[in-house]
């Protein structure tokens, strides 16, 4: 049987031994692809830094330069990293570069893992849905925040674990779904509400309600709402 496992920070280097490995950095790298992609997106680009960035969109056409850092859209930029900014009217048909503190990190430290996907709570089922149909060893790996565990996105990997069957669940896995019980109510008909007053209280929630980002919190605190997948293949992140 395959097992699943999560790491609960970016690291520099993650050794993925042929697992599928899931990004999520749902405060809100993980959100805004999935968005963008839905809204019609031909590409994301994910890139670590803000030259790179700059250097990659001029290399390409119809191309926006997207990102964030201090949750904030840096100068000359097209876009933040608000997933309520990648409307189908901003991003249909077009490619986007996207850095940001964490979720680029986690992206970059994993780039030649063989399968890669981007996981949030807006696209958690057809991540569960994807992981059954590959039958391999799944790594979720939490985005966290600036090297720190970060409550969504442990919550959000307990959510994935919760719909996936059926699977071995290795330590870490074991004890994300045991500790997302203490915020949680897996099977209460308000889970959708809870899964949003936990993410809330976390500590990047706050610090982005402090800077006026509150929508986009309790967008990226919604469930299932979308089907489809991120792959990253070839450095792009495609549906
Ligand atoms: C990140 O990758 O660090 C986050 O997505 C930060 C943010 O909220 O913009």
């Given at each position: ?223 299932n709402q979308m089907d489809i997948v991120p792959l990253l ?7």
């Amino acid at each position: 049987m395959p097992v699943v496992d999560v790491l609960f920070t970016a690291t520099d280097l993650v050794q993925a031994n042929g697992a599928v490995v899931v990004i999520i950095d749902v405060l809100r790298a993980s959100s805004t692809i999935v968005t963008a992609l839905q809204n019609g997106c031909q590409a994301v680009i994910p890139v670590g830094s803000i030259s790179e960035a700059q250097k990659e969109a001029a290399r390409r056409e119809n191309v926006l330069l997207a990102g964030e850092r201090n949750a904030i859209k840096p100068e000359h930029f097209h876009l933040g990293n608000s997933p309520l900014e990648f409307t189908p009217e901003a991003v249909q048909g077009k490619k986007v570069v996207l850095t940001t503190t964490n979720g680029t990190r986690a992206l970059k430290s994993v780039e030649n893992a063989c399968t890669v996907i981007i996981g949030s709570f807006l696209n958690a089922r057809a991540v569960a849905r994807f992981l059954e149909r590959e039958e391999r060893d799944v790594l979720l790996y939490c985005a966290g925040s600036d090297g720190r565990f970060a409550l969504e996105d442990t919550l959000c990997a307990a959510e994935i674990l919760r719909q996936l069957k059926p699977f071995s669940l290795a330590d870490g896995a074991r004890w994300t779904l045991q500790g997302a019980k203490s915020y949680l109510d897996f099977s209460a008909p308000d889970k959708e509400f809870q899964i949003f007053k936990a993410v809330s209280r976390s500590r990047h929630a706050l610090r982005l309600i402090n800077l006026g980002f509150e929508e986009d919190v309790a967008y990226c605190a919604r469930l299932n709402q979308m089907d489809i997948v991120p792959l990253l293949k070839d450095g792009k992140l495609i549906k």
